[in-house]
C-alpha cells in the first residue's frame, strides 16, 4: 500500500478512493488538489482536515496544490446544505479570496525548487472569460443530466430529504463547474487527483468522468471521512453555534487553545490522530499514558498545545496556557497583566462588570472601590471585613485597606480585576 494512504488509514482518515490511485501514487510524484470555498474572511477548523491531509501529502513527496475558489465561491456548494446559501457580491468575495490565501500559505511549503512544492490558484482565473454558450457547448454536453441527478448531494435537495428545500438551477452547475476545475488543472497542471470530504465524491467524481469524456484521461478520487464529535454532534462549533476561526483576530488564541483542551477523552483520543503530527508509536504511547491516568489530562494538553502552535505559534500557545491557569490560581499577577484586552474579557467571560470613569479610580481607596463606588460587595462594613480576613485581591494580589489604585494597576490600561476568596469574581473598566 502507497505510504501516504498507509498513513490516512491507521489515522483514521481514509474514507474512499477510486481504483488505481494506489498504483498512481507509487508509480511517480503526483499532483493533487483540494478546493476551500471563500466564504468568510478566514478558514475554520472545519478546514483543518484538508489542510492536514495536503500538509501529508506534501510530506509523502507528492505536490499538494490548494484551490481557493474565487469562481465558484459565487455559487455555493449544495453539498451536505440544506438550503442555498446568500451569493456574495464580487468585492467581498475578492477579499475573502486574498485572505485565505495568506493563510493557506502558513501550513504548506510553497518554497524552493523542488518538485513537490505547494501551488495555490484560483478557479476565478480561468472562469472569469469564459461565456455561458461557451461553457454549455464544450463542459455541459459531456454529461447527461441524468448522471447529474444520480449524485448523493443533487437526490437529497430534490427530494426534499431531512427538510432539503429543493435546489436552484445556480446550484445544480456547481459539480460542473467543480468538474471542469479538475479538468483543467489536469490539463494544464498535471493534476490526476483531487481529494476532498466524503460528502464530494460526487463533484470529484464528476471531474473523472469529464476528464474520462473529453481528454480520454484518466484521473483519481480519494475522500477522508466527515469529522463528528464521538457523541454524533457537529463538530467545530461552540454551544452557541459559533465557528472556531483559524484567524486570531476572530477567535483568541486562547479560546482556540480552550477548545482543544476541553475535549473529552473519546474524542482526543481520536482527534490527537487527526489534528497533529505526532507519529503513530507516541500516539498510542500517549493514549497508554492518558488511560492509566485520565484526570492528569496528557491526552487533551498534548493535542491543544500541538494544534495551538501549528495554526498560531508557540509563544501564543504559553500565553493560551498562561491565561487558563489565571482562572485556577497557578498563575502571577504578572500574567495577568500582559493579557491583552479580548483574551482577559475571554477569561473571565461572564465576570460581573461595572463601568467607572477613570479620574474616580485613580486613587481611590480599597474600601469605597469594592464597596460602594463597584458595587462588589454590599457595604463598607463588609469591605472592612473581608480586608480584615485576608480574602480581597486585586489583579491576582491580596491587598489590604491601605491599598490605593494607581495607573500602574490597570491590565491593558481598562482593567481592575476584584477578587474575594478564590473564585468571587468582579471587573472594573476605567472609562
Not at 200 to 216: C, D, F, S, Y
Not at 316 to 339: C, H, P, Q, Y
Request: charged share 30%.
Amino acid at each position: 500500500m502507497n505510504p501516504f494512504i498507509e498513513e490516512l488509514k491507521w489515522r483514521g482518515l481514509y474514507a474512499d478512493m477510486m481504483p488505481g490511485t494506489d498504483e498512481q501514487l507509487n508509480k511517480e510524484v503526483t499532483s493533487a488538489y483540494i478546493g476551500f470555498d471563500p466564504t468568510a474572511d478566514s478558514l475554520h477548523i472545519g478546514s483543518l482536515i484538508p489542510i492536514k491531509v495536503l500538509a501529508h501529502f506534501q510530506q509523502h513527496g507528492h505536490k499538494p496544490i490548494a484551490l481557493v475558489g474565487g469562481a465558484t465561491g459565487m455559487i455555493g456548494d449544495p453539498s451536505g446544505k440544506s438550503s442555498e446559501r446568500n451569493l456574495l457580491d464580487e468585492a467581498t468575495l475578492n477579499h475573502y479570496v486574498d485572505c485565505i490565501k495568506a493563510q493557506l500559505s502558513k501550513f504548506l511549503n510553497f518554497e524552493g525548487e523542488e518538485e513537490n512544492r505547494a501551488e495555490l490558484v484560483n478557479n476565478y482565473d480561468w472562469m472569469k472569460e469564459f461565456s455561458f454558450l461557451d461553457f454549455v457547448r464544450d463542459v455541459g454536453k459531456n454529461l447527461t443530466v441524468n448522471y447529474m441527478m444520480a449524485k448523493e448531494s443533487v437526490k437529497k435537495r430534490i427530494t426534499g430529504e431531512n427538510g432539503a428545500e429543493g435546489m436552484s438551477f445556480t446550484e445544480f452547475t456547481y459539480q460542473l463547474l467543480q468538474g471542469y476545475d479538475f479538468l483543467h488543472l489536469y490539463k494544464n497542471n498535471n493534476v490526476k487527483l483531487q481529494m476532498g470530504g466524503s460528502d464530494q465524491w460526487g463533484n470529484i467524481t464528476t471531474g473523472t468522468e469529464l476528464i474520462r469524456r473529453k481528454v480520454q484521461g484518466e484521473a483519481f478520487a480519494l475522500t477522508v471521512p466527515l469529522i463528528t464529535k464521538a457523541d454524533g454532534s457537529k463538530f467545530g462549533k461552540s454551544e452557541s453555534g459559533e465557528n472556531y476561526w483559524l484567524d486570531p483576530k476572530r477567535t483568541s488564541p486562547y479560546r482556540f487553545y480552550q477548545f482543544w483542551v476541553n475535549a473529552t477523552d473519546e474524542d482526543a483520543e481520536r482527534f490527537i490522530k487527526f489534528y497533529t503530527f505526532l507519529g503513530k508509536e507516541e500516539i498510542e504511547s500517549l493514549i497508554e499514558e492518558h488511560k492509566q491516568a485520565p484526570h492528569e489530562r496528557k491526552l487533551q494538553k498534548k493535542l491543544a498545545e500541538e494544534v495551538t502552535v501549528w495554526v498560531h505559534s508557540r509563544e501564543d500557545f504559553e500565553k493560551a496556557v498562561k491565561a487558563s491557569d489565571i482562572l485556577f490560581g497557578r498563575s502571577t499577577a504578572e500574567d495577568l497583566k500582559n493579557l491583552d484586552e479580548h483574551t482577559f474579557l475571554e477569561v473571565f467571560d461572564g465576570v460581573p462588570q461595572k463601568d467607572i470613569s477613570k479620574a474616580e479610580l485613580i486613587g481611590s481607596n480599597i474600601i469605597d472601590l469594592i464597596s460602594e463606588k463597584s458595587g462588589f460587595l454590599k457595604s463598607k462594613g463588609e469591605a472592612r471585613r473581608e480586608l480584615q480576613s485576608n480574602s480581597i485581591s486585586i489583579n491576582k494580589d491580596k491587598v489590604d485597606d491601605t491599598f490605593e489604585v494607581s495607573e500602574a494597576d490597570l491590565i491593558d490600561g481598562k482593567f481592575l480585576l476584584l477578587q474575594k476568596g478564590k473564585k468571587n469574581y468582579f471587573i472594573v473598566k476605567a472609562v
